[in-house]
T-cell receptor, first 110, second 115 residues
Framework: KNEVEQSPQNLTAQEGEFITINCSYS?????LHWLQQHPGGGIVSLFM???GKKKHGRLIATINIQEKHSSLHITASHPRDSAVYIC????????????FGKGTKLSVIP | NAGVMQNPRHLVRRRGQEARLRCSPM?????VYWYRQLPEEGLKFMVY????????ESGMPKERFSAEFPKEGPSILRIQQVVRGDSAAYFC?????????????FGQGTRLTVV
């Protein structure tokens, strides 16, 4: 079963800072998900990526399949980016079950 | 195209009562997944359903919990005789194909509080 680890657990940043959240997993997979959860809110899918890099606005996600590692970057962070960011990977190769990291709680201070 | 709709958003039940959580997948999606998020813990897989079929319920407690996805209507997660430990956020996700290598679309969740 895939073990998904995220770091850091908590992150406080000043508005405008560049933010990096890391995710590592133990079982080779073909795609990894990054999700966002606001306090008391639902879960929004940010990215699903299987190789290289994806960009959406100020968010960038990268993945290194060989090293079993992915990063989520936020450029020019803003208080509205404050949320919990979760990475999720299939439990095994070809599995439909997702294993989730415990999340990174990001607080961006004005 | 409305997203994944879950209701109710908040549900309070007394110990011993039944809780029914509903999930309407996105239009065109026939795969539904239920996840549970306990306080201060990550999301955990509970059950995977397709229309009228339970594909995998390995993450769901054997007793008191059941799920269905009928031909017509929403998917239902049912918890009988609720206990305090059932208090959690329950999320539903849907996809057009098997999740894993397909983008996941999640609902807003139902926050169950057992008093």
């Amino acid at each position: 079963k895939n073990e998904v680890e995220q770091s850091p657990q908590n992150l406080t940043a000043q508005e405008g800072e560049f933010i990096t959240i890391n995710c590592s997993y133990s079982v080779g997979i073909s795609a990894l998900h990054w999700l966002q959860q606001h306090p008391g809110g639902g879960i929004v899918s940010l990215f699903m990526l299987s190789s290289g890099k994806k960009k959406h606005g100020r968010l960038i996600a990268t993945i290194n399949i060989q090293e079993k590692h992915s990063s989520l970057h936020i450029t020019a962070s803003h208080p509205r980016d404050s949320a919990v960011y979760i990475c999720a990977a299939p439990s095994g190769a070809g599995s439909y079950q997702l294993t989730f990291g415990k999340g990174t709680k990001l607080s961006v201070i004005p | 195209n409305a997203g994944v709709m879950q209701n109710p958003r908040h549900l309070v039940r007394r110990r011993g009562q039944e809780a029914r959580l509903r999930c309407s997948p996105m239009k065109g999606h026939s795969h539904v997944y239920w996840y549970r998020q306990l306080p201060e813990e990550g999301l955990k897989f509970m059950v995977y359903l397709q229309k009228e079929n339970i594909i995998d319920e390995s993450g769901m407690p054997k007793e008191r919990f059941s799920a269905e996805f009928p031909k017509e209507g929403p998917s239902i997660l049912r918890i009988q005789q609720v206990v305090r430990g059932d208090s959690a956020a329950y999320f539903c996700a849907s996809s057009p194909h098997q999740q894993g290598n397909t983008e996941a679309f999640f609902g807003q969740g139902t926050r169950l509080t057992v008093v």
